[in-house]
């Protein structure tokens, strides 16, 4: 009996094994697949196409959360009449959907016209030669659109995408404990005064975190790459954040808790009524009028650095049309729809999502399903696009991990800074 | 039951060939089925890690030879990530096996609603590891989580401790994690080697005037041994390719980044499939040396039983 079991022990560890070769290499297998034969010179989408366009347009992206995706298909569909739009979900969450693009875009599939592509992916998509060159769309549509947001989707001087809508951080804050922030250093100093108005981020190491750090790195003048692409972060203002950040946590300004808080359990944390200040994104407005909150908060834009003016990061999502769209003039046509200022109106009032149309944000209807548009145009207007590179995620890895370890307490701000310029250079060495 | 015909080594007469044979003729279908979902991916992987692919080139590769391991080798990255997924195994492991002994010796007992109890004990198990990962980061979750709450409540330490910001804390987390999700897997294997020991052996040493612990000692703890052996086994290489918990749990902060996250981060959000490659051989590596070490010394435990024993 037992001789048999020794024997089996062997067999099981071959099949042991085989499945861990099969668990840990089946994943490599899938990055090198299919590749284009180096990056190809775009073709570029015609604006005038659009006009005469047919047949049917599939949008590809993440899941359909609050159903805007599928809400804007089905309203061009019925507005234009002679082009059908459909939406396809192909992951559950950010991360998920941009392999599945990828994996897509790499194997040439023909399947989706048109991909949803965070503000964030535009310059690893455009330099791989994926994306439909969408200068002329955007020129002819420029006028309609806010120009901080068409810069996420500017990858050397041409428009890969068009936005759709956008996303900046907003600042709520408890009215009756403590004074709606002008800057971050009085944001902080009134956040200490008391043990309930305390200051609850995203500070967890991940995407987030790169997020929550550069709005406070823009604001007070520093930055990740200059004009010319060149590594910028080692700088007194990058030192200068990183120790307010810190003492932040050490004061009681900030919970110690944020370390371990990516959007919705600092959302949570805030609704207890523990803290006078949260910095979150737009949705969280319509999620915390749902408790007992609701009447007792205030929204405003992110604060400015002291001495300087506010300026935050913008997040949101872009339209782009794949290299390998069968149905380009319905792309365009199924765009200029997504844009039209009437349309951007119900992206606010049925959706709750950041219009990328300055004009929506005046508008009667939208301010009264979205009382804080103003503060929300203001934090759009002054945000800038997180660093353009085709290597954005090792250079937002860099920036997030180094962060973390001297908010943890496990790094020194020198060091951090450092560290964080050499790997950002690496990073950049690797394109 | 082992038929000694087809022990290799033995006297070769022609029936012996005969039979080898039929044997090479029927394992051949699997054998070439373990290639193909062993042998190529393998061999693709290895191809892969000895090359070079940037974001820029769109997947043309540039063959580098060993490059990309010696600048994985010479990270400070690989090795912390090594450490502290050794770290991790050692600590998981070492309490699977001694709580999956306890737990096997007490199912192991005749009484009532014992198969229920079976059951039971093996739900952990049957969680997908992350669900039971989103539910531990939430009991762990200062300011509202049970854990962090009930602490508090009863006036304990650790109520006011951010136990997935701080290092040490969150590996204790992690650790506790995956001992309360795969001690029933190990208590399960431990049972079944209980169950091969005869009761007279038992019955046996009592006539001798052995004490229940004396019979525990030296009764049930050798002949459990390589049933314990084949659970350590098991854990061990799981452990060590460890990643759906720090990943959910912690992303990899405050001492957590497993060898299996730092290839994932660079094969699927880098797209660095040269250097993910090579992390993933060199995580593949540790596992087979660890699990080799294993079967030479442990397995050769194995063996010495099953003699003894007949």
Same mark, same amino acid.
């Given at each position: 009996?037992?001789?048999?079991?020794?024997?089996?022990?062997?067999?099981?560890?071959?099949?042991?094994?085989?499945?861990?070769?099969?668990?840990?290499?089946?994943?490599?297998?899938?990055?090198?697949?299919?590749?284009?034969?180096?990056?190809?010179?775009?073709?570029?989408?015609?604006?005038?196409?659009?006009?005469?366009?047919?047949?049917? %347009?599939?949008?590809?992206? %993440?899941?359909?959360?609050?159903?805007?995706?599928?809400?804007?298909?089905?309203?061009?569909?019925?507005?234009?009449?002679?082009?059908?739009?459909?939406?396809?979900?192909?992951?559950?969450?950010?991360?998920?959907?941009?392999?599945?693009? %990828?994996?897509?875009?790499?194997? +040439?599939?023909?399947?989706?016209?048109?991909?949803?592509?965070?503000?964030?992916?535009?310059?690893?998509?455009?330099?791989?030669?994926? !994306?439909?060159?969408?200068?002329?769309?955007?020129?002819?549509? +420029?006028?309609?659109?806010?120009?901080?947001?068409?810069?996420?989707?500017?990858?050397?001087? +041409?428009?890969?995408?068009?936005?759709?809508?956008?996303?900046?951080?907003?600042?709520?804050?408890?009215?009756? +404990?403590?004074?709606?922030?002008?800057?971050?250093? $009085?944001?902080?100093?009134?956040?200490?005064?008391?043990?309930?108005?305390?200051?609850?981020?995203?500070?967890?190491?991940?995407?987030?975190?790169?997020?929550?750090?550069?709005?406070?790195?823009?604001?007070?003048?520093?930055?990740? !790459?200059?004009?010319?692409?060149?590594?910028?972060?080692?700088?007194?203002?990058?030192?200068? %954040?990183?120790?307010?950040?810190?003492?932040?946590?050490?004061?009681?300004?900030?919970?110690?808790?944020?370390?371990?808080?990516?959007?919705?359990?600092?959302?949570?944390?805030?609704?207890?009524?523990?803290?006078?200040?949260?910095?979150?994104?737009?949705?969280?407005?319509?999620?915390?009028?749902?408790?007992?909150?609701?009447?007792?908060?205030?929204?405003?834009?992110?604060?400015?650095?002291?001495?300087?003016?506010?300026?935050?990061?913008?997040?949101?999502?872009?339209?782009?049309?794949?290299?390998?769209?069968?149905? $380009?003039?319905?792309?365009?046509?199924?765009?200029?729809?997504?844009?039209?200022?009437?349309?951007?109106?119900?992206?606010?009032?049925?959706?709750?999502?950041?219009?990328?149309?300055?004009?929506?944000?005046?508008?009667?209807?939208?301010?009264?399903?979205?009382?804080?548009?103003?503060?929300?145009?203001?934090?759009?207007?002054?945000?800038?696009?997180?660093?353009?590179?085709?290597?954005?995620?090792?250079?937002?890895?860099?920036?997030?991990?180094?962060?973390?370890?001297?908010?943890?307490?496990?790094?020194?701000?020198?060091?951090?800074?450092?560290?964080?310029?050499?790997?950002?250079?690496?990073?950049?060495?690797?394109? | 039951?082992?038929?000694?015909?087809?022990?290799?080594?033995?006297?070769?007469?022609?029936?012996?060939?005969?039979?080898?044979?039929?044997?090479?003729?029927?394992?051949?279908?699997?054998?070439?089925?373990?290639?193909?979902?062993?042998?190529?991916?393998?061999?693709?992987?290895?191809?892969?890690?000895?090359?070079?692919?940037?974001?820029?080139?769109?997947?043309?590769?540039?063959?580098?030879?060993?490059?990309?391991?010696?600048?994985?080798?010479?990270?400070?990255?690989?090795?912390?990530?090594?450490?502290?997924?050794?770290?991790?195994?050692?600590?998981?492991?070492?309490?699977?096996?001694?709580?999956?002994?306890?737990?096997?010796?007490?199912?192991?007992?005749?009484?009532?609603?014992?198969?229920?109890?079976?059951?039971?004990?093996?739900?952990?198990?049957?969680?997908?590891?992350?669900?039971?990962?989103?539910?531990?980061?939430?009991?762990?979750?200062?300011?509202?989580?049970?854990?962090?709450?009930?602490?508090?409540?009863?006036?304990?330490?650790?109520?006011?401790?951010?136990?997935?910001?701080?290092?040490?804390?969150?590996?204790?987390?992690?650790?506790?994690?995956?001992?309360?999700?795969?001690?029933?897997?190990?208590?399960?294997?431990?049972?079944?080697?209980?169950?091969?020991?005869?009761?007279?052996?038992?019955?046996?040493?009592?006539?001798?005037?052995?004490?229940?612990?004396?019979?525990?000692?030296?009764?049930?703890?050798?002949?459990?041994?390589?049933?314990?052996?084949?659970?350590?086994?098991?854990?061990?290489?799981?452990?060590?390719?460890?990643?759906?918990?720090?990943?959910?749990?912690?992303?990899?902060?405050?001492?957590?980044?497993?060898?299996?996250?730092?290839?994932?981060?660079?094969?699927?959000?880098?797209?660095?499939?040269?250097?993910?490659?090579?992390?993933?051989?060199?995580?593949?590596?540790?596992?087979?040396?660890?699990?080799?070490?294993?079967?030479?010394?442990?397995?050769?435990?194995?063996?010495?039983?099953?003699?003894?024993?007949?």
């Amino acid at each position: 009996m037992i001789e048999l079991r020794a024997g089996s022990l062997r067999t099981r560890l071959v099949t042991v094994a085989a499945a861990a070769i099969a668990a840990g290499l089946l994943i490599s297998g899938c990055g090198g697949g299919a590749a284009p034969q180096g990056a190809e010179q775009a073709a570029a989408a015609d604006p005038a196409s659009g006009a005469n366009a047919s047949g049917s %347009v599939n949008i590809c992206g %993440v899941k359909d959360a609050s159903g805007i995706y599928k809400g804007t298909a089905e309203a061009f569909t019925k507005a234009n009449g002679k082009v059908t739009a459909k939406y396809t979900e192909i992951g559950a969450t950010t991360d998920e959907a941009r392999t599945q693009i %990828v994996q897509r875009l790499e194997g +040439k599939s023909t399947e989706c016209d048109i991909f949803l592509t965070d503000v964030i992916w535009t310059s690893e998509f455009a330099s791989q030669g994926w !994306l439909l060159d969408q200068t002329k769309l955007v020129e002819a549509n +420029k006028d309609r659109l806010i120009p901080s947001t068409v810069e996420t989707t500017k990858y050397q001087d +041409k428009y890969w995408a068009s936005p759709f809508f956008t996303n900046a951080g907003l600042v709520y804050y408890q009215k009756d +404990k403590v004074a709606k922030p002008e800057t971050w250093q $009085q944001l902080y100093a009134e956040a200490a005064k008391a043990p309930g108005n305390g200051y609850v981020y995203q500070g967890k190491q991940y995407e987030g975190l790169t997020v929550n750090f550069l709005e406070m790195l823009y604001s007070a003048g520093g930055e990740v !790459l200059d004009d010319k692409g060149e590594v910028a972060i080692d700088s007194p203002e990058t030192r200068k %954040v990183l120790d307010f950040m810190s003492n932040g946590l050490k004061n009681g300004s900030a919970d110690r808790a944020v370390l371990t808080y990516n959007e919705d359990p600092a959302r949570l944390a805030y609704e207890s009524g523990n803290f006078g200040y949260q910095r979150n994104w737009p949705h969280v407005y319509r999620l915390l009028n749902a408790t007992s909150l609701a009447g007792s908060f205030g929204v405003a834009p992110l604060p400015a650095w002291e001495g300087g003016k506010a300026s935050g990061v913008l997040g949101g999502w872009n339209l782009a049309i794949s290299a390998h769209a069968t149905n $380009q003039s319905g792309a365009v046509a199924f765009i200029d729809f997504a844009t039209t200022p009437e349309w951007q109106k119900h992206v606010a009032m049925d959706y709750s999502q950041a219009p990328v149309n300055e004009a929506a944000y005046s508008d009667a209807a939208v301010l009264q399903k979205m009382p804080f548009a103003t503060e929300l145009l203001a934090s759009v207007k002054g945000a800038k696009p997180r660093p353009i590179s085709p290597v954005y995620p090792q250079i937002s890895q860099a920036i997030y991990k180094n962060v973390y370890a001297v908010l943890s307490g496990t790094a020194s701000a020198e060091d951090a800074v450092k560290k964080m310029a050499e790997e950002i250079t690496t990073a950049k060495a690797s394109f | 039951m082992a038929n000694k015909t087809l022990v290799p080594g033995r006297g070769v007469n022609g029936r012996d060939r005969a039979e080898r044979r039929l044997a090479v003729r029927m394992t051949a279908p699997s054998l070439v089925i373990m290639a193909l979902v062993a042998a190529v991916p393998i061999g693709y992987a290895i191809w892969l890690s000895l090359n070079q692919y940037s974001v820029r080139t769109a997947g043309l590769s540039r063959f580098v030879g060993l490059e990309n391991y010696i600048s994985a080798l010479s990270s400070s990255e690989w090795w912390a990530a090594f450490g502290q997924t050794f770290l991790f195994a050692g600590l998981s492991v070492s309490l699977e096996l001694a709580l999956g002994t306890a737990m096997a010796l007490l199912l192991n007992l005749a009484f009532k609603g014992r198969a229920l109890l079976r059951t039971v004990v093996l739900l952990p198990y049957a969680i997908i590891t992350v669900v039971s990962a989103i539910t531990w980061q939430t009991m762990f979750q200062p300011n509202m989580g049970l854990v962090t709450n009930v602490l508090s409540a009863l006036g304990l330490p650790g109520g006011d401790v951010v136990w997935l910001g701080e290092h040490g804390y969150a590996m204790a987390v992690i650790v506790l994690a995956d001992v309360w999700k795969t001690t029933p897997f190990a208590a399960l294997i431990i049972l079944a080697g209980l169950q091969v020991i005869s009761s007279e052996t038992y019955e046996a040493a009592e006539l001798d005037g052995a004490s229940k612990w004396q019979a525990f000692v030296h009764i049930t703890l050798p002949l459990l041994r390589p049933a314990i052996v084949l659970a350590a086994i098991f854990r061990t290489m799981d452990a060590l390719r460890v990643f759906d918990l720090p990943f959910v749990l912690t992303r990899g902060a405050n001492g957590t980044e497993s060898m299996s996250m730092l290839a994932y981060t660079q094969l699927r959000e880098n797209r660095l499939v040269g250097e993910g490659s090579a992390l993933s051989i060199l995580t593949f590596l540790t596992v087979m040396v660890v699990s080799v070490i294993y079967v030479r010394f442990a397995g050769g435990n194995i063996r010495e039983v099953a003699k003894e024993e007949q």
